[in-house]
């Protein structure tokens, strides 16, 4: 009978379990910057708008309040979700669609090609494609394909949740429609549509 409650804490500490949420605006946030990578865009810079100045005693007065309301009510720390977009295979896979989208650029801009709802690529229609150019689109739709297949599986390895490749491929399927430049083409809701 003596054990009893340290079984009992015991076996309240075993049902402890931890969920581990997929962090979406973490993974949009990394999607755009790999994106806009591959792509060659900058992201533009915002100039901060001005403050409005308050006067010393506001300041102090305000400095104050919070420090009351913190010692009533103890502030909370939440760390912002992060995604680790960085490994040797990532860097691998980035430097190589890199290097592929100056080839690709051409034939998404003649229409050639377009991104469908899954993200990936896609010849849009094959008898449009100069008979020159076909087995260079069909090459390079393909290779963009297995790479970006295997950019999301190895997101989802360095931040130690393979699991996550899917939800990360989702993410992406949208951002590259968003991050599309104009003319390029999508698919949406079964048809496809130009920026």
Known sequence: MRNMPALGVLLLTACVTINIYFPAAAAEKAADEIIRDIQGITPQKTEPKPKASLSDWQMTAFQWLDKGINVVISPAQAEEANLTIDSAEIR?????????????????????IGIQADGLLAVRDAASVPLKDRNQVNKLVAAENADR???????????????????????????????????????????WKQK
């Open 149 to 191: 297949q295997s950019l999301y599986q190895a997101i989802a390895n360095a931040n130690g949740h393979p699991e996550w490749a899917t939800q990360i491929k989702s993410t992406f399927a949208a951002r590259w429609v968003s991050n599309a430049q104009s003319g390029w083409w999508y698919q949406s809701a079964g048809s």
């Open 92 to 112: 691998q896979l980035r430097a190589t669609m890199e290097s592929r989208f100056a080839t690709l650029q051409p034939f998404y801009a003649a229409g050639f």
